[in-house]
T-cell receptor, first 111, second 113 residues
Framework: GENVEQHPSTLSVQEGDSAVIKCTYS??????FPWYKQELGKGPQLIID???NVGEKKDQRIAVTLNKTAKHFSLHITETQPEDSAVYFC??????????WGAGTKLIIKP | DAGVTQSPTHLIKTRGQQVTLRCSPK?????VSWYQQALGQGPQFIFQ???????QRGNFPDRFSGHQFPNYSSELNVNALLLGDSALYLC????????????FGSGTQLSVL
């Protein structure tokens, strides 16, 4: 079955700098890769997603890149702000109803 | 437009008891998935309901069961509670039959003593 590994587990960056979180997956049949942001006391919130027929997708300060050959995908946040502080999760699925999640990255934005 | 709502927000039970958690999906959504999230970990898929039937199940014992009602709301039942069942239980809804673009509720924090 699918396995998703996420790195780093904790990332601390200066406000205004960029942050990059990386995930690798094992099942080459996976074709949908979402990223979720979870703030304390809340459920995960979808922030961006990408399908396997696309290599990159951007939404304002957030971008996701996908390398199908290497089976890894990354989340890029530019011009980080204090409100970006949260736990970020990557996930992968073959569209068989079940998302497989990474273990999460705690992003800390230092003022 | 109300999002996904879950009740209760917090619950304390003792070992061996049974618990029922409830979820109302986002307006327009017909699919409900349940996840268990232990502290410091990613969500683990329990099962998904679509058209009032369990569509797929994760690696959870039969003590975990569910139901979906005609109005698409859902319940998660856990019998014979164990200490290890203590976790945040998340409900997610979507508007397709597949597990994509999930909208999550804030969860029910279950503590088993």
């Amino acid at each position: 079955g699918e396995n998703v590994e996420q790195h780093p587990s904790t990332l601390s960056v200066q406000e205004g700098d960029s942050a990059v979180i990386k995930c690798t997956y094992s099942d080459s049949a996976s074709n949908y890769f979402p990223w979720y942001k979870q703030e304390l006391g809340k459920g995960p919130q979808l922030i961006i997603d990408i399908r396997s027929n696309v290599g990159e997708k951007k939404d304002q300060r957030i971008a996701v890149t996908l390398n199908k050959t290497a089976k890894h995908f990354s989340l890029h946040i530019t011009e980080t702000q204090p409100e970006d502080s949260a736990v970020y999760f990557c996930a992968a699925t073959e569209s068989n109803y079940q998302l497989i999640w990474g273990a999460g990255t705690k992003l800390i934005i230092k003022p | 437009d109300a999002g996904v709502t879950q009740s209760p927000t917090h619950l304390i039970k003792t070992r061996g008891q049974q618990v029922t958690l409830r979820c109302s999906p986002k307006s327009g959504h017909d699919t409900v998935s349940w996840y268990q999230q232990a502290l410091g970990q990613g969500p683990q898929f329990i099962f998904q309901y679509y058209e009032e039937e369990e569509r797929q199940r994760g690696n959870f014992p039969d003590r975990f069961s569910g139901h979906q009602f005609p109005n698409y709301s859902s319940e998660l039942n856990v019998n014979a509670l164990l200490l290890g069942d203590s976790a945040l239980y998340l409900c997610a809804s979507s508007s397709t039959g597949f597990d994509e673009k999930l909208f999550f509720g804030s969860g029910t924090q279950l503590s088993v003593l």
